[in-house]
């Protein structure tokens, strides 16, 4: 069943500060990223080199600085672009799980990566990429609310496509950082799935049939009203008193 967030809480003023807020962290997110590669540019020094290398100490670094280290333009449009929109949208859904899951997709993906990854110089946010997306869609399958749904169904018309990155099939990208994100992003959406539900709108039906349930409750086994004979022992007992 497809329940619908009570529009009060969704048009509310929280709601709209909180989307808002969403889109400046991703905005400041995108913004690191980018800065990072004009200095990239700028340096005679090919930052590249401190991507992740997996399986070597030295590489463990690159859990870290990978994320913000592009080997060209396109390479960085083509992460940032839905980063900055994923970002947005996890953010406001799920403001709470976002804080954990939005950690552990990028330390969690690098880290996997570094364990299994061939041996390479990964770099890229494609990895938070992958984690974010797989967050958004599969939290929107497990909730089952209107717009968690939504949001899942775009996810999937839009960048469906990038499924095929996770199949080491284009040896020139790192299929190994986009699984690790994938695996990280499903992962976080499972453990927090109860998280972050909004309020539900319900209908007049749905308070009667609660109102008759509880009305069920007073009702013992044999069908008879369950209730509390009164022993007329207590003299503080309201009593009815004959009419005149």
């Keep these: 069943m497809i329940e619908i967030p009570d529009p009060r809480y969704t048009s509310s003023a929280r709601a709209q500060a909180n989307f808002v807020l969403a889109v400046q962290?991703?905005?400041?997110?995108?913004?690191?990223?980018?800065?990072?590669y004009v200095i990239d540019v700028i340096l005679p020094h090919d930052l590249?080199?401190?991507?992740?290398?997996?399986?070597?100490?030295a590489g463990l670094l690159g859990v870290v600085t990978a994320p913000f280290l592009h080997?060209?333009?396109?390479?960085?449009?083509?992460?940032?672009?839905?980063?900055?929109?994923?970002?947005?949208?996890?953010?406001?859904?799920?403001p709470n799980a976002s804080a954990r899951a939005a950690l552990i997709i990028y330390l969690g993906s690098g880290l996997l990566a570094w364990l299994f990854a061939r041996q390479a110089i990964h770099v890229g946010a494609s990895g938070m990429v992958y984690g974010v997306l797989a967050f958004l869609f599969v939290s929107g399958?497990?909730?089952?609310?209107?717009?968690?749904?939504?949001?899942?169904?775009m996810v999937a018309f839009v960048y469906g496509s990038i499924v095929w990155g996770v199949l080491p099939f284009d040896t020139g990208m790192s299929w190994e950082l986009h699984l690790a994100g994938t695996l990280m992003g499903a992962g976080c959406a499972v453990v927090y799935r109860h998280w972050d539900r909004p309020p539900m709108k319900r209908y007049e039906w749905e308070l009667e049939q609660a109102t008759g349930e509880?009305?069920?409750?007073?009702?013992?086994?044999?069908?008879?009203?369950?209730?509390?004979?009164?022993?007329?022992?207590d003299d503080n007992e309201s009593r009815v008193l004959p009419r005149d």
């Design 141 to 153: 399958l497990l909730r089952r609310d209107l717009r968690s749904l939504g949001v899942s169904l």
């Design 214 to 233: 509880d009305d069920l409750n007073l009702f013992d086994g044999a069908g008879e009203v369950d209730r509390e004979e009164p022993t007329g022992d």
């Design 71 to 94: 080997a060209s333009l396109g390479h960085l449009l083509s992460n940032t672009v839905p980063l900055f929109v994923g970002f947005s949208l996890m953010f406001y859904l799920f």
């Design 25 to 36: 962290l991703s905005f400041v997110l995108v913004l690191g990223i980018s800065v990072a």
């Design 48 to 57: 590249l080199a401190w991507g992740l290398s997996p399986r070597e100490p």
